[in-house]
């Protein structure tokens, strides 16, 4: 339990913040200097194809598919604030991940974290199985059972934490030091949960970090993008062929709508925290209910693993009712301020069963 901690003391004792953060997502790709127009907003380009000066030359944009100067902003942007030397725009995050596993082949293996979002699961169970690539699901917060699903053919560890949507947390720097140890092993980690202002991956050794731009990083329920950054030139080169020949790019508004939002991406992120703070303390209080998992509190199992590599936590939480599944429905029909409904990290507020 967590009563007796001021919200003070529970806002404090994680990692410090990453410097420039908020500066980095208001200037980084916006440079009015790159506009014959010299505006301080970039503008929607919402054209499919540029002209060529001749035949096969052009000023750095020939085909939508291939680039986009929204879509450029954008990926700036986010290489920027996810440290990384470079990001990629995907249609959806489901595309993101669709495109990082392309990067394998028939016969190579996935090392998966047991108890990622549906999503995930679904993708990996029953369309990358049908191209060849199995997957096998394991509890990744052990290194002992991580180190051990690693196969000769293992070619890529795929993490979320915190897990969705019972709050599993990861040790990430451990995580990549046992899957590099073996080789050539990729490690992305899923960070829609976190985003760059709470959680760096790159910094503690992943290869990719990707996440649903639909969540937090736009922030405002209207829009569907994945995003993927990474450090590494030749996981670049791959992606972006891959960007480019599998179609899998947002369009010119999406990308303009995502990037304003990640303007305000540290504000939101801070006050997500306050306030899943006070609405954890809240139920933790109650009678009524069992368990909260909340990673920003002292009570979750691996709350020391937050600090150790995390700014702060993010508005994501789970809790147990008790009574089952009747009193969880009873408790969903009667709320107010929430909604039930799925997704998260927009300016409302939202819940579900799951």
């Given at each position: 339990?967590?009563?007796?901690?001021?919200?003070s003391e529970l806002l404090s004792g994680f990692q410090a913040h990453f410097g420039q953060f908020s500066t980095q997502a208001l200037h980084i790709g916006q440079e009015p200097e790159q506009w014959t127009s010299m505006a301080m907003v970039p503008s929607i380009s919402l054209s499919n194809t540029s002209k060529q000066s001749t035949s096969g030359q052009h000023a750095g944009f020939n085909y939508c598919?291939?680039?986009?100067?929204?879509?450029?902003?954008?990926?700036?942007?986010?290489?920027?604030?996810?440290?990384?030397?470079?990001?990629?725009?995907?249609?959806?995050?489901?595309?993101?991940?669709?495109?990082?596993?392309?990067?394998?082949?028939?016969?190579?293996?996935?090392?998966?974290?047991?108890?990622?979002?549906?999503?995930?699961?679904?993708?990996?169970?029953?369309?990358?199985?049908?191209?060849?690539?199995?997957?096998?699901?394991?509890?990744?917060?052990?290194?002992?059972?991580?180190?051990?699903?690693?196969?000769?053919?293992?070619?890529?560890?795929?993490?979320?934490?915190?897990?969705?949507?019972?709050?599993?947390?990861?040790?990430?720097?451990?995580?990549?030091?046992?899957?590099?140890?073996?080789?050539?092993?990729?490690?992305?980690?899923?960070?829609?949960?976190?985003?760059?202002?709470?959680?760096?991956?790159?910094?503690?050794?992943?290869?990719?970090?990707?996440?649903?731009?639909?969540?937090?990083?736009?922030?405002?329920?209207?829009?569907?993008?994945?995003?993927?950054?990474?450090?590494?030139?030749?996981?670049?080169?791959?992606?972006?062929?891959?960007?480019?020949?599998?179609?899998?790019?947002?369009?010119?508004?999406?990308?303009?709508?995502?990037?304003?939002?990640?303007?305000?991406?540290?504000?939101?992120?801070?006050?997500?925290?306050?306030?899943?703070?006070?609405?954890?303390?809240?139920?933790?209080?109650?009678?009524?209910?069992?368990?909260?998992?909340?990673?920003?509190?002292?009570?979750?199992?691996?709350?020391?693993?937050?600090?150790?590599?995390?700014?702060?936590?993010?508005?994501?939480?789970?809790?147990?009712?008790?009574?089952?599944?009747?009193?969880?429905?009873?408790?969903?029909?009667?709320?107010?301020?929430?909604?039930?409904?799925?997704?998260?990290?927009?300016?409302?507020?939202?819940?579900?069963?799951?």
């Amino acid at each position: 339990m967590s009563a007796g901690y001021e919200e003070s003391e529970l806002l404090s004792g994680f990692q410090a913040h990453f410097g420039q953060f908020s500066t980095q997502a208001l200037h980084i790709g916006q440079e009015p200097e790159q506009w014959t127009s010299m505006a301080m907003v970039p503008s929607i380009s919402l054209s499919n194809t540029s002209k060529q000066s001749t035949s096969g030359q052009h000023a750095g944009f020939n085909y939508c598919c291939s680039a986009n100067l929204s879509q450029n902003c954008l990926e700036k942007a986010v290489a920027a604030i996810d440290g990384a030397k470079y990001s990629l725009a995907f249609a959806s995050g489901s595309a993101a991940m669709m495109t990082i596993v392309h990067l394998l082949k028939s016969g190579d293996n996935i090392v998966c974290m047991k108890g990622v979002h549906g999503g995930a699961n679904q993708y990996f169970c029953r369309v990358a199985s049908e191209m060849g690539v199995e997957t096998s699901f394991v509890d990744c917060t052990s290194m002992k059972t991580l180190n051990a699903a690693i196969k000769p053919n293992t070619k890529l560890v795929w993490i979320e934490t915190p897990t969705n949507p019972m709050m599993k947390v990861i040790d990430i720097k451990a995580c990549a030091e046992t899957a590099h140890k073996h080789g050539d092993i990729i490690l992305v980690v899923d960070n829609t949960f976190m985003t760059s202002y709470f959680q760096r991956p790159l910094a503690l050794g992943a290869d990719i970090c990707m996440c649903s731009a639909t969540k937090y990083m736009n922030g405002h329920s209207d829009v569907i993008m994945g995003l993927a950054s990474m450090n590494r030139d030749d996981l670049y080169e791959r992606l972006k062929f891959l960007q480019n020949a599998m179609g899998v790019i947002p369009s010119p508004f999406d990308c303009y709508m995502c990037n304003r939002g990640l303007k305000t991406l540290a504000l939101r992120m801070k006050q997500h925290f306050k306030n899943a703070l006070a609405v954890a303390k809240f139920l933790e209080a109650d009678p009524r209910v069992e368990k909260v998992i909340f990673p920003g509190l002292p009570s979750h199992p691996q709350y020391d693993l937050i600090k150790q590599q995390c700014t702060g936590s993010s508005g994501m939480m789970a809790f147990l009712i008790k009574g089952g599944l009747e009193n969880a429905k009873t408790f969903l029909k009667n709320l107010k301020l929430f909604t039930l409904a799925e997704s998260l990290g927009g300016y409302e507020s939202l819940a579900e069963h799951s």
